[in-house]
């Protein structure tokens, strides 16, 4: 059983940071232990440089105790700057990768790999189009009153309808945030220069989360080491624990055991571009790798996500025989939140994503918290969900003889 975990969370890119996620992770906490009674504590937040920011935590049933170290890998600081651009520098990228998904055949390949995701990002461009086509015709309607109904001269209507149409754009994008247009448009251009192998703004954080990955295990502190990526980090997350091999072959060999969880992730949906060759030997390479433990968590009721979807062969990989990875366990979002609560956000497709890093409503199989938090390895979990919840009393105590180990 796990006494000492070291959890290194890889988020999606969300401009909330450290601190939202801290807040958002605090909330979560305060709901767990309502329905977990476990003797438990929650750190502050500890801002420890560019890279990281952590908080501890300690929870502790009749008999168990466990201790963690959360890791936050901070990007907000690049993905703030990226989001803050100019509207002319962001569009014109946001509308080459919606045209080259579309001329490229990307698009149809994600359809074909899971149709509601195809639909995600569709429904995300065509807002983005929305935009930008308001914009023109109002401008192009304030330069037509210009030109015919006030009888100005025509460079005269001309400024008047570029004033008109900048006025509307920069007007509509309060909007345009509030429905998450700017930053899903912002992020995918990046992402795919990533998935390609080019330079990025992620290769310092995923460089920074490699070598954390390293010295923890190095220091063998602790019982297991969790890296998290989920939804945008499901591609991060692989990439570090990857460049942690190549900097250590030896990082999951010895010391702690190595896990990498991956909740929700979007990755496919880059790794299945033509290009996105760089992407696709990320996985290749985990996939054959049995130091490291790959689970891949997939839930139906995310559209935000890839269920029923095998993240090697689904996209174009083969690796033959040697393959031990991942383990993909299916969740079902209605087992986790109660009936009144799943019904009240079923077209809040974020909030259903975020369910992954969430506390649940109810005891489920799958309790993000406990995962991170409890006496189970990770991979106990993800191997018999059912039968690790089962052995588990009401007050929190656990039947050690009903739980095996997994191997290593």
Not at 17 to 41: D, H, M, N, Q, V
Not at 104 to 125: D, I, K, M, P, S
Not at 263 to 271: N, V
Request: with cysteine; proline share 5%; charged share 20%.
């Amino acid at each position: 059983m796990i006494r000492r975990r070291h959890v290194i969370y890889v988020e999606g890119y969300d401009p909330q940071g450290a601190e939202g996620y801290y807040r958002l992770f605090e909330r979560s906490w305060r709901r767990f232990l309502k329905i977990w009674p476990l003797t438990a504590r929650l750190g502050s937040l500890e801002l420890d440089s560019e890279d990281f920011a952590h908080w501890d935590v300690s929870a502790a049933g009749p008999n168990w105790q466990v201790a963690t170290r959360y890791d936050f890998l901070r990007q907000e600081h690049f993905i703030r700057a990226n989001m803050a651009e100019p509207l002319w520098r962001q569009l014109p990228r946001a509308l080459g990768w919606a045209f080259d998904y579309l001329i490229g055949g990307t698009l149809v390949r994600v359809l074909r790999a899971r149709r509601e995701f195809a639909l995600v990002l569709l429904h995300f461009q065509l807002l983005l189009c929305l935009w930008i086509v308001l914009a023109f015709a109002g401008g192009w309607f304030a330069a037509a009153i210009a030109l015919d109904g006030l009888a100005l001269p025509v460079p005269i209507a001309f400024v008047a309808g570029m004033i008109a149409g900048v006025v509307i754009l920069l007007s509509l994008r309060p909007l345009a945030d509030r429905w998450f247009v700017i930053q899903i448009n912002n992020h995918w251009p990046h992402l795919v220069a990533f998935a390609r192998g080019n330079a990025s703004c992620f290769d310092a954080a995923i460089e920074a989360c490699a070598r954390r990955i390293v010295a923890t295990a190095g220091a063998n502190e602790v019982d297991e080491i969790v890296v998290v990526g989920h939804s945008g980090g499901g591609a991060l997350a692989p990439a570090a624990v990857v460049r942690a091999l190549a900097l250590d072959p030896d990082v999951g060999r010895r010391g702690p055991r190595l896990v990498l969880l991956v909740l929700g992730s979007i990755a496919p949906g880059a790794a299945l571009h033509p290009k996105a060759a760089a992407l696709r030997a990320v996985f290749a390479r985990l996939a054959v790798e049995p130091s490291v433990v790959w689970i891949d968590t997939q839930a139906r009721k995310d559209v935000m996500n890839f269920y029923d979807f095998d993240p090697v062969e689904g996209i174009g990989v083969e690796v033959g025989a040697g393959r031990c990875n991942p383990l993909i366990w299916t969740l079902r979002l209605h087992d986790m939140l109660s009936p009144e609560f799943y019904w009240r956000i079923q077209w809040n497709f974020f909030r259903r994503h975020y369910q992954f890093i969430m506390a649940n409503d109810q005891r489920a199989p799958y309790d993000y918290f406990m995962l991170i938090g409890g006496p189970v390895p990770v991979a106990g979990w993800a191997r018999d969900a059912h039968g690790v919840l089962a052995a588990f009393d009401g007050d929190g105590r656990l039947a050690h003889d009903r739980v095996c180990a997994p191997a290593r």
